[in-house]
Protein backbone atom coordinates (compact mmCIF):
# COMPACT_ATOMS: atom_id res chain seq x y z
CA UNK A 1 0.00 0.00 0.00
CA UNK A 2 1.28 3.31 -0.89
CA UNK A 3 1.29 5.95 1.85
CA UNK A 4 -0.91 8.12 -0.22
CA UNK A 5 -3.24 5.66 -0.20
CA UNK A 6 -2.96 4.47 3.18
CA UNK A 7 -3.31 8.55 4.41
CA UNK A 8 -6.54 8.55 2.38
CA UNK A 9 -10.00 8.61 4.49
CA UNK A 10 -11.84 5.45 4.47
CA UNK A 11 -15.58 5.81 4.29
CA UNK A 12 -17.61 5.90 7.22
CA UNK A 13 -19.40 2.36 6.76
CA UNK A 14 -15.83 1.06 6.47
CA UNK A 15 -14.95 3.16 9.79
CA UNK A 16 -17.27 2.29 11.94
CA UNK A 17 -16.42 -1.50 11.79
CA UNK A 18 -12.61 -0.91 11.38
CA UNK A 19 -11.95 2.73 12.78
CA UNK A 20 -9.45 3.14 15.59
CA UNK A 21 -8.27 -0.38 15.53
CA UNK A 22 -5.15 -1.40 16.42
CA UNK A 23 -2.96 -3.80 14.03
CA UNK A 24 -4.32 -7.51 13.99
CA UNK A 25 -1.88 -10.43 15.09
CA UNK A 26 -2.88 -14.07 14.75
CA UNK A 27 -5.16 -15.57 16.91
CA UNK A 28 -6.45 -11.91 17.77
CA UNK A 29 -10.65 -12.53 18.20
CA UNK A 30 -12.68 -10.49 15.46
CA UNK A 31 -14.84 -9.31 18.24
CA UNK A 32 -13.30 -7.12 20.84
CA UNK A 33 -13.53 -9.25 24.02
CA UNK A 34 -15.55 -7.39 27.04
CA UNK A 35 -13.17 -6.55 29.95
CA UNK A 36 -15.96 -6.30 32.94
CA UNK A 37 -13.22 -5.50 35.17
CA UNK A 38 -13.42 -2.62 37.51
CA UNK A 39 -9.62 -2.91 38.83
CA UNK A 40 -6.12 -3.70 36.79
CA UNK A 41 -2.75 -4.66 37.89
CA UNK A 42 -0.78 -1.65 38.82
CA UNK A 43 2.86 -0.92 38.31
CA UNK A 44 5.00 -0.40 41.59
CA UNK A 45 6.37 2.61 42.20
CA UNK A 46 4.04 4.84 39.86
CA UNK A 47 0.65 6.62 39.03
CA UNK A 48 1.22 5.96 35.28
CA UNK A 49 -1.09 3.98 32.99
CA UNK A 50 -3.14 3.25 36.72
CA UNK A 51 -6.62 2.04 34.48
CA UNK A 52 -10.10 2.54 36.77
CA UNK A 53 -12.95 2.46 34.63
CA UNK A 54 -14.39 5.78 36.46
CA UNK A 55 -11.29 7.56 34.02
CA UNK A 56 -12.97 6.33 30.93
CA UNK A 57 -9.26 4.69 29.71
CA UNK A 58 -10.78 0.80 29.94
CA UNK A 59 -9.96 -1.43 26.99
CA UNK A 60 -13.79 -1.14 25.66
CA UNK A 61 -13.86 2.40 26.19
CA UNK A 62 -10.34 2.85 24.69
CA UNK A 63 -11.57 1.49 20.95
CA UNK A 64 -15.17 3.19 20.81
CA UNK A 65 -13.57 6.01 21.84
CA UNK A 66 -11.19 6.04 19.18
CA UNK A 67 -13.65 4.88 16.98
CA UNK A 68 -16.20 7.73 17.07
CA UNK A 69 -13.45 10.26 16.94
CA UNK A 70 -12.66 8.42 13.22
CA UNK A 71 -16.57 8.63 12.71
CA UNK A 72 -16.69 12.36 13.38
CA UNK A 73 -13.18 13.57 12.30
CA UNK A 74 -12.05 14.57 15.09
CA UNK A 75 -8.75 14.46 17.35
CA UNK A 76 -9.85 12.69 20.03
CA UNK A 77 -13.48 11.28 21.75
CA UNK A 78 -14.76 10.34 25.40
CA UNK A 79 -17.42 8.12 26.34
CA UNK A 80 -20.07 8.84 29.10
CA UNK A 81 -22.39 7.02 31.25
CA UNK A 82 -25.35 8.87 29.28
CA UNK A 83 -25.94 11.75 26.98
CA UNK A 84 -26.83 14.00 29.93
CA UNK A 85 -23.42 13.18 31.55
CA UNK A 86 -21.87 13.89 28.35
CA UNK A 87 -24.10 17.54 27.58
CA UNK A 88 -22.80 18.05 31.60
CA UNK A 89 -19.31 17.45 31.28
CA UNK A 90 -18.66 18.59 27.75
CA UNK A 91 -19.84 22.41 29.38
CA UNK A 92 -18.18 22.09 32.38
CA UNK A 93 -15.28 21.97 31.07
CA UNK A 94 -16.03 24.93 29.25
CA UNK A 95 -17.14 27.16 31.74
CA UNK A 96 -16.57 28.65 35.08
CA UNK A 97 -18.58 30.39 37.56
CA UNK A 98 -19.13 33.82 35.75
CA UNK A 99 -19.24 32.85 32.70
CA UNK A 100 -22.10 33.36 30.08
CA UNK A 101 -23.55 30.64 27.68
CA UNK A 102 -25.27 31.00 24.95
CA UNK A 103 -27.61 28.37 24.24
CA UNK A 104 -30.49 27.89 21.32
CA UNK A 105 -33.70 27.44 22.63
CA UNK A 106 -34.54 24.62 20.64
CA UNK A 107 -32.83 21.91 22.72
CA UNK A 108 -33.85 18.60 24.47
CA UNK A 109 -35.68 19.33 26.95
CA UNK A 110 -33.29 17.95 29.43
CA UNK A 111 -30.59 20.09 27.96
CA UNK A 112 -32.85 22.82 29.32
CA UNK A 113 -33.75 21.84 32.49
CA UNK A 114 -29.42 21.25 33.22
CA UNK A 115 -28.94 24.86 31.87
CA UNK A 116 -31.43 26.74 33.49
CA UNK A 117 -31.40 24.85 36.69
CA UNK A 118 -28.47 23.38 37.40
CA UNK A 119 -25.86 25.87 35.56
CA UNK A 120 -27.39 28.91 37.29
CA UNK A 121 -27.22 27.93 40.59
CA UNK A 122 -23.20 27.17 39.77
CA UNK A 123 -23.32 30.70 38.82
CA UNK A 124 -23.19 30.43 35.05
CA UNK A 125 -25.17 32.63 33.13
CA UNK A 126 -27.41 31.12 30.75
CA UNK A 127 -29.63 32.93 27.80
CA UNK A 128 -32.02 30.64 25.27
CA UNK A 129 -31.80 32.54 21.81
CA UNK A 130 -34.41 32.46 19.15
CA UNK A 131 -33.28 31.05 16.14
CA UNK A 132 -35.84 32.90 14.37
CA UNK A 133 -35.14 36.06 15.86
CA UNK A 134 -32.53 38.07 13.28
CA UNK A 135 -29.29 38.18 14.64
CA UNK A 136 -30.07 36.08 17.30
CA UNK A 137 -26.48 35.43 18.40
CA UNK A 138 -25.20 38.31 18.00
CA UNK A 139 -27.04 40.17 20.22
CA UNK A 140 -26.91 38.22 23.00
CA UNK A 141 -22.89 38.11 22.83
CA UNK A 142 -21.92 39.34 26.35
CA UNK A 143 -17.58 39.91 27.20
CA UNK A 144 -18.88 36.83 29.80
CA UNK A 145 -19.91 34.66 26.72
CA UNK A 146 -17.41 31.58 26.90
CA UNK A 147 -19.50 29.08 24.25
CA UNK A 148 -22.79 28.45 22.09
CA UNK A 149 -24.67 25.43 22.21
CA UNK A 150 -26.94 24.26 19.96
CA UNK A 151 -28.83 20.95 18.75
CA UNK A 152 -29.44 19.99 14.91
CA UNK A 153 -31.43 18.47 13.91
CA UNK A 154 -33.38 19.53 16.66
CA UNK A 155 -35.59 17.25 19.22
CA UNK A 156 -38.43 17.13 18.66
CA UNK A 157 -38.94 20.06 15.74
CA UNK A 158 -36.84 18.22 13.27
CA UNK A 159 -35.66 22.28 12.13
CA UNK A 160 -32.23 22.16 11.11
CA UNK A 161 -29.93 25.46 12.06
CA UNK A 162 -27.51 26.85 9.93
CA UNK A 163 -24.19 26.19 11.66
CA UNK A 164 -22.64 28.02 8.96
CA UNK A 165 -23.37 31.49 10.71
CA UNK A 166 -23.08 30.54 13.43
CA UNK A 167 -19.52 29.56 13.40
CA UNK A 168 -18.71 32.64 12.12
CA UNK A 169 -19.64 34.58 14.71
CA UNK A 170 -18.29 31.29 17.70
CA UNK A 171 -14.60 31.70 15.63
CA UNK A 172 -14.97 35.68 14.99
CA UNK A 173 -15.56 35.81 19.19
CA UNK A 174 -12.81 33.03 20.03
CA UNK A 175 -16.05 31.27 21.66
CA UNK A 176 -16.19 27.57 21.41
CA UNK A 177 -19.73 25.91 19.26
CA UNK A 178 -20.82 23.30 21.10
CA UNK A 179 -23.34 20.68 18.64
CA UNK A 180 -25.32 18.35 20.52
CA UNK A 181 -25.53 16.49 17.10
CA UNK A 182 -27.78 12.81 18.08
CA UNK A 183 -30.25 13.13 15.98
CA UNK A 184 -28.12 13.02 12.90
CA UNK A 185 -25.29 10.68 13.67
CA UNK A 186 -22.22 11.06 12.18
CA UNK A 187 -24.01 9.77 8.79
CA UNK A 188 -26.38 12.07 8.16
CA UNK A 189 -24.15 15.28 9.62
CA UNK A 190 -20.63 15.86 11.11
CA UNK A 191 -20.76 19.48 12.51
CA UNK A 192 -17.04 19.42 13.04
CA UNK A 193 -16.72 19.59 9.22
CA UNK A 194 -18.58 22.79 9.30
CA UNK A 195 -17.14 24.39 11.71
CA UNK A 196 -17.76 23.53 15.28
CA UNK A 197 -15.21 22.69 17.87
CA UNK A 198 -17.52 20.49 19.84
CA UNK A 199 -19.60 17.36 19.07
CA UNK A 200 -22.11 15.59 21.64
CA UNK A 201 -24.22 12.88 21.14
CA UNK A 202 -26.15 10.60 23.40
CA UNK A 203 -24.90 7.47 22.28
CA UNK A 204 -28.29 5.43 23.77
CA UNK A 205 -29.54 6.65 20.51
CA UNK A 206 -28.31 6.16 16.81
CA UNK A 207 -24.90 5.31 17.42
CA UNK A 208 -26.37 2.12 19.48
CA UNK A 209 -29.37 1.80 17.44
CA UNK A 210 -30.66 -1.39 19.86
CA UNK A 211 -32.32 0.35 22.27
CA UNK A 212 -30.19 -1.69 24.59
CA UNK A 213 -27.86 0.80 26.28
CA UNK A 214 -27.65 4.09 27.78
CA UNK A 215 -24.04 6.29 27.13
CA UNK A 216 -22.97 9.75 25.40
CA UNK A 217 -19.97 10.76 23.91
CA UNK A 218 -18.09 14.27 23.01
CA UNK A 219 -15.66 14.69 20.49
CA UNK A 220 -13.47 17.65 19.94
CA UNK A 221 -9.61 18.52 20.33
CA UNK A 222 -7.17 15.89 22.33
CA UNK A 223 -6.18 18.61 25.09
CA UNK A 224 -10.10 19.53 24.96
CA UNK A 225 -11.40 15.93 25.86
CA UNK A 226 -8.98 15.73 28.53
CA UNK A 227 -10.34 18.30 30.37
CA UNK A 228 -13.73 17.07 29.55
CA UNK A 229 -12.58 13.56 31.28
CA UNK A 230 -11.20 15.09 34.47
CA UNK A 231 -14.74 16.86 34.71
CA UNK A 232 -15.88 12.93 34.37
CA UNK A 233 -13.72 11.60 37.26
CA UNK A 234 -15.01 14.11 39.48
CA UNK A 235 -18.75 13.82 38.54
CA UNK A 236 -18.85 10.13 37.94
CA UNK A 237 -20.54 9.99 34.85
CA UNK A 238 -18.12 6.84 32.75
CA UNK A 239 -19.72 4.35 31.19
CA UNK A 240 -20.01 0.62 32.14
CA UNK A 241 -17.72 -1.85 30.14
CA UNK A 242 -20.18 -3.64 29.04
CA UNK A 243 -22.14 -0.25 27.74
CA UNK A 244 -18.84 0.82 25.67
CA UNK A 245 -18.93 -3.34 24.23
CA UNK A 246 -22.85 -3.01 23.51
CA UNK A 247 -22.02 0.42 21.71
CA UNK A 248 -19.06 -0.96 19.88
CA UNK A 249 -21.28 -4.27 18.42
CA UNK A 250 -24.14 -1.41 17.62
CA UNK A 251 -22.09 0.88 15.45
CA UNK A 252 -21.14 -1.60 13.40
CA UNK A 253 -24.25 -1.44 11.33
CA UNK A 254 -24.78 2.16 11.92
CA UNK A 255 -24.36 3.13 8.10
CA UNK A 256 -26.34 0.45 7.24
CA UNK A 257 -29.07 1.56 9.84
CA UNK A 258 -29.07 5.24 8.97
CA UNK A 259 -29.28 4.84 5.38
CA UNK A 260 -32.69 2.64 5.74
CA UNK A 261 -34.03 5.33 8.25
CA UNK A 262 -33.25 7.57 5.89
CA UNK A 263 -35.37 5.84 3.21
CA UNK A 264 -38.16 5.02 5.62
CA UNK A 265 -38.62 8.52 7.20
CA UNK A 266 -38.79 10.03 3.95
CA UNK A 267 -41.66 7.30 2.98
CA UNK A 268 -43.60 8.09 5.99
CA UNK A 269 -43.26 11.81 6.06
CA UNK A 270 -44.43 12.02 1.81
CA UNK A 271 -47.25 9.11 2.72
CA UNK A 272 -48.76 11.42 5.64
CA UNK A 273 -48.45 14.64 4.36
CA UNK A 274 -50.89 13.47 1.88
CA UNK A 275 -53.50 13.07 4.06
CA UNK A 276 -56.39 14.87 5.91
CA UNK A 277 -55.96 13.55 9.14
CA UNK A 278 -52.50 14.93 9.36
CA UNK A 279 -51.87 18.28 9.44
CA UNK A 280 -48.27 18.98 9.24
CA UNK A 281 -45.74 16.73 8.89
CA UNK A 282 -42.06 17.84 10.02
CA UNK A 283 -39.64 16.09 8.14
CA UNK A 284 -36.12 18.23 6.52
CA UNK A 285 -36.54 15.90 3.27
CA UNK A 286 -39.85 17.54 2.19
CA UNK A 287 -39.23 20.52 0.02
CA UNK A 288 -42.40 22.06 2.50
CA UNK A 289 -40.35 21.69 5.76
CA UNK A 290 -38.96 25.42 6.53
CA UNK A 291 -35.20 24.89 6.40
CA UNK A 292 -35.50 22.35 3.84
CA UNK A 293 -32.68 24.24 1.55
CA UNK A 294 -30.13 24.09 4.79
CA UNK A 295 -30.60 20.60 5.19
CA UNK A 296 -30.10 19.62 1.55
CA UNK A 297 -26.70 22.09 1.57
CA UNK A 298 -25.13 20.58 4.97
CA UNK A 299 -26.70 17.64 6.33
CA UNK A 300 -25.65 13.91 3.74
CA UNK A 301 -28.55 12.31 4.74
CA UNK A 302 -32.56 13.77 5.88
CA UNK A 303 -33.03 11.89 9.13
CA UNK A 304 -34.73 8.77 10.58
CA UNK A 305 -36.88 11.46 12.75
CA UNK A 306 -40.34 13.37 11.61
CA UNK A 307 -42.94 14.83 13.73
CA UNK A 308 -46.34 14.60 12.75
CA UNK A 309 -49.05 16.79 14.08
CA UNK A 310 -52.87 15.26 14.33
CA UNK A 311 -55.60 17.64 12.83
CA UNK A 312 -57.62 16.35 15.36
CA UNK A 313 -55.15 17.71 18.56
CA UNK A 314 -54.69 15.80 21.84
CA UNK A 315 -57.71 13.39 21.58
CA UNK A 316 -56.90 12.21 18.20
CA UNK A 317 -53.08 11.66 19.22
CA UNK A 318 -54.12 9.20 21.96
CA UNK A 319 -56.77 7.06 19.68
CA UNK A 320 -54.30 7.16 17.18
CA UNK A 321 -51.77 5.79 19.49
CA UNK A 322 -54.18 3.41 20.98
CA UNK A 323 -54.67 1.50 17.69
CA UNK A 324 -51.03 1.27 16.37
CA UNK A 325 -49.75 -1.91 16.43
CA UNK A 326 -46.18 -1.98 15.06
CA UNK A 327 -45.44 1.01 16.00
CA UNK A 328 -45.05 1.02 19.72
CA UNK A 329 -45.40 4.33 21.95
CA UNK A 330 -42.62 4.94 24.16
CA UNK A 331 -39.65 7.34 24.16
CA UNK A 332 -36.42 7.59 23.17
CA UNK A 333 -35.59 6.86 19.36
CA UNK A 334 -32.66 5.85 16.83
CA UNK A 335 -32.92 2.18 17.39
CA UNK A 336 -33.70 -0.32 14.37
CA UNK A 337 -37.51 -0.78 16.18
CA UNK A 338 -39.89 2.19 15.23
CA UNK A 339 -40.99 4.44 18.46
CA UNK A 340 -43.47 7.50 18.57
CA UNK A 341 -43.75 9.59 21.63
CA UNK A 342 -45.44 12.89 22.33
CA UNK A 343 -43.24 14.90 24.22
CA UNK A 344 -45.99 17.44 26.18
CA UNK A 345 -45.81 13.66 28.19
CA UNK A 346 -42.40 13.19 28.79
CA UNK A 347 -39.13 15.43 27.68
CA UNK A 348 -41.71 18.42 27.42
CA UNK A 349 -43.99 17.67 30.34
CA UNK A 350 -42.28 20.79 32.34
CA UNK A 351 -43.50 23.02 30.06
CA UNK A 352 -47.01 24.59 30.03
CA UNK A 353 -49.38 23.95 26.62
CA UNK A 354 -48.58 27.47 25.55
CA UNK A 355 -44.96 27.51 26.09
CA UNK A 356 -45.02 24.34 23.92
CA UNK A 357 -46.94 25.72 21.51
CA UNK A 358 -44.61 28.36 21.20
CA UNK A 359 -41.75 26.32 20.66
CA UNK A 360 -43.63 24.08 17.82
CA UNK A 361 -45.06 21.44 19.89
CA UNK A 362 -48.80 21.69 20.23
CA UNK A 363 -51.17 19.09 21.70
CA UNK A 364 -51.34 16.84 18.85
CA UNK A 365 -47.93 16.66 17.94
CA UNK A 366 -46.49 13.19 17.77
CA UNK A 367 -42.15 12.47 17.33
CA UNK A 368 -41.93 9.74 15.33
CA UNK A 369 -38.51 7.33 15.83
CA UNK A 370 -38.64 4.99 12.05
CA UNK A 371 -36.74 2.07 12.34
CA UNK A 372 -35.40 -0.37 9.97
CA UNK A 373 -38.70 -2.09 9.66
CA UNK A 374 -40.17 -2.58 5.61
CA UNK A 375 -41.71 1.03 4.74
CA UNK A 376 -45.12 -0.46 3.48
CA UNK A 377 -45.48 -2.52 6.20
CA UNK A 378 -45.04 0.90 8.82
CA UNK A 379 -47.36 3.05 6.77
CA UNK A 380 -49.83 0.17 6.71
CA UNK A 381 -49.77 0.52 10.47
CA UNK A 382 -50.27 4.20 10.35
CA UNK A 383 -52.90 4.10 8.17
CA UNK A 384 -54.96 1.77 9.81
CA UNK A 385 -54.32 3.50 12.90
CA UNK A 386 -55.41 6.77 11.34
CA UNK A 387 -58.77 5.19 10.24
C1 LIG B 1 -31.80 11.68 24.37
C2 LIG B 1 -31.13 12.95 24.08
C3 LIG B 1 -30.22 13.50 25.00
C4 LIG B 1 -29.96 12.88 26.34
O1 LIG B 1 -29.36 11.64 26.23
P1 LIG B 1 -29.50 10.46 27.32
O2 LIG B 1 -28.68 9.38 26.77
O3 LIG B 1 -30.96 10.16 27.48
O4 LIG B 1 -28.94 11.02 28.61
C5 LIG B 1 -29.58 14.68 24.64
N1 LIG B 1 -29.82 15.28 23.46
C6 LIG B 1 -30.70 14.78 22.57
C7 LIG B 1 -30.91 15.50 21.27
C8 LIG B 1 -31.38 13.61 22.85
O5 LIG B 1 -32.26 13.11 21.96
Known sequence: ??????????ALSTLAIHGGAREP????????????????VQDVGTAEGLKYPRYGNTPNADLVQ?????LESAEAGLLLSSGMAAT???LLALLRPGD?????KWIYGGTIQLLTKEFTALGIDVTLADPLESRAWRKRLRKETRAIFIESPVNPTCRVLDLRPISVIAQAEGLALVVDSTFASPVNFRPLEHGADVVIHSTTKYLNGHHDMMGGAVLGTAPYVEEVRQKMMMWGGAPDPFACWLLERGLKTLHVRVSRQNENALRIAQWCSARKEVRAAHYPGLPSHPDHEIAVAQLSGFGGMLAL????GGRATERFLRKLKLIRHAPSLGGVDSLISEPRHNSHAHLTPDERTR??????FLRVSVGIEDADDLIADIEQALH
Not at 100 to 104: N, R, S
Open 1 to 10: MTPARRARQQ
Open 25 to 40: EIDDPIVTPLVQSASY
Open 66 to 70: RRLAA
Open 88 to 90: ACA
Open 100 to 104: HLLAC
Open 309 to 312: ELAG
Open 359 to 364: LGIPDG
